[in-house]
């Protein structure tokens, strides 16, 4: 049976990632209506919509047509810019929002339809049924999650790939790096390469080092989705913010490169970025890290 990947964000703009068998997905999620998800939500909550998004929320109809109109504005910016790169398919039909006011909901409604304790999460997403959940009355803002989450949720729906060679790290970095993204002239642009968030998390020493390549592919699921996960998330965004300033084009293949039996994902990663083995890829990286720390 195949599985599908949830992702969930988790404290400051930090994500989990937690693996569903596909049964339960459609057991838990469903088809809901609109009807159906406001009832759930409560009186508190109402519709908002433009042509490509539905929001459920309590915003005035006000507020919500402005975040709407900024939805859509991140959707097509983010195409723009990394659509062609990722050779990813733009996802039809309309997209549902739900954001919750408080966390006890947001669990709740999470409980009833996945079937999993969302702790230490402030969101999560879900392509099957064009879904993101969060609340956002949390540490990070609701554009930081909403974004993050468009991110997921366009490679997962978007991408071509049966099984491709990237895991937990490169989705994870991937999206913590672009959620930074400001909008200028209908492009997605990263001014901030290098977050300071980031580099803090990975450089905590009282932890694991994150900022080697391997342990990122070896990150067991507590690291990824327990209570004390800032720093495989701090080290996951560092790795894609030095490939995206250093081997740009080799991260965009290795996005789109199918896993093989027959040779380790590391690896692969390394050879698309033009190195021979993994530890050359890693020893340039340390160079970075020594640069950024003034060593």
């Not at 990632?17 to 339960?24: D, N």
């Not at 672009?178 to 020493?205: C, K, M, N, P």
């Not at 084009?249 to 789109?256: D, K, P, Q, S, T």
């Amino acid at each position: 049976m195949r599985v599908k990947t949830f992702n969930m964000l988790a404290g400051a703009g930090l994500l989990l990632a937690i693996v569903i068998p596909l049964a339960v997905i459609r057991t838990f999620i469903g088809d809901l209506s609109n009807s159906q998800i406001l009832a759930e939500m409560g009186p508190d909550y109402e519709l908002s919509e433009n042509t490509r998004i539905r929001l459920y929320s309590s915003l005035s109809q006000a507020e919500a047509q402005t975040f709407l109109k900024r939805i859509s504005e991140f959707q097509d910016a983010f195409f723009a810019s990394y659509g062609e790169d990722f050779q990813l398919s733009r996802p039809d039909g309309l997209q549902r929002v739900i954001e919750f006011d408080s966390k006890e909901e947001f669990s709740a409604y999470a409980r009833r339809h996945m079937n999993v304790s969302l702790e230490h999460s402030v969101g999560y997403h879900n392509e099957r049924s064009s879904q993101i959940v969060y609340y956002a009355n949390s540490s990070a803002g609701r554009e930081e999650i909403i974004f993050h989450e468009l991110v997921h949720y366009n490679f997962d729906a978007g991408v071509d790939i049966e099984e491709p060679a990237w895991n937990a790290w490169f989705s994870e970095g991937i999206a913590s790096y672009l959620e930074r993204g400001t909008i200028e002239d209908g492009r997605l642009v990263v001014h901030e390469e290098t977050s300071e968030l980031a580099f803090s998390q990975a450089f905590d020493r009282s932890a694991p080092d994150w900022t080697r390549i391997l342990m990122l592919y070896d990150a067991r699921s507590d690291d990824v989705i327990g209570a004390d996960n800032t720093r495989f998330y701090g080290g996951s965004e560092l790795l894609v913010s030095f490939l995206m300033q250093h081997h740009r084009e080799g991260l965009f293949a290795y996005g789109v490169l199918e896993a093989e039996p027959r040779q380790a994902r590391p690896f692969q990663l390394a050879t698309c970025c033009g190195f021979e083995t993994l530890e050359q890829l890693q020893e340039e990286y340390d160079a970075f890290l020594q640069e950024l720390t003034g060593g």
